[in-house]
C-alpha cells in the first residue's frame, strides 16, 4: 500500500509501507485568534467542543516523499464532545514548516472517499485512495456535526514538497459555530514529513 488512511467505519488502518509511519506522543498548543464568518456575530470564541481523537494523540511519520511530489495531508477527523451541534466552517494547520508549501484546503465526506486521510499521494496512481481530486469538496460549506458525534466530512491540505523538511506539519486549527457564535478551537496534531527513497 502507498497511502497512509484510517477508516471511519472500521478499525482498519492503511499503512503506507513497513516503517514509514508511526506514532508517537506528541502535546501542542496554540493561542486562537480570528473572527466572525457565516452569519455570527461577535468576536471570535476560543471553544473546547471539539476532540481529534487518536491522530491527535501521536505524530504521523511519512519519510519517502519526493521534492516537487504533492501530497494529501489530512487533520484529525473533529469529534463534538458537546451536547448541542456545531456546524464546522473551515481547519487549517497553524504550523507549516520550511519546505513544505499549502496549496490547498479541501474537506471530503470519509463515507466516499472509503475512510479518512492521514497522508497519501495526490498523485491516483500512488493512492489506494483513488483520485481525491475527482471527489466532492466541502471545503467552504458549515458542516453539521451532531452532539456527542464524529463528523463525516474530514479536512485535508494539499501540500507540496519543496525542499528538505526538518519540522512537523502541526497544530490543527478548527473554527465552528455553536448557534449564532463563533469558535476557534485548537487541536493537537502533528505530520512529519521527510524526503527518502520512493515507495516501489
Known sequence: MR???S???TSRTRIAASGAAALLVLAA???LTGSGADGATGAVREGNALDGGMQSAGNVGYEHAQI?????????LPWNTSSSDIRLTAA??????KGLKVVEYRAFDAGETDGNVIFASTDADESSMGDLFKMRNYAGHAVTVKAKS???VY???RVKVTGPVHDSLSGCRYSYLQGATQYQQDIDCSTIVRLGPPLK
Do not use: D, M, N, Q
Open 3 to 5: 497511502t497512509l488512511a
Open 7 to 9: 477508516s471511519t467505519r
Open 29 to 31: 498548543g496554540c493561542t
Open 68 to 76: 516537487a511530489h504533492e501530497y494529501w495531508a489530512g487533520l484529525p
Open 92 to 97: 487549517a494547520f497553524t504550523h507549516v514548516p
Open 150 to 152: 464524529s463528523s463525516r
Open 155 to 157: 479536512y485535508v491540505a
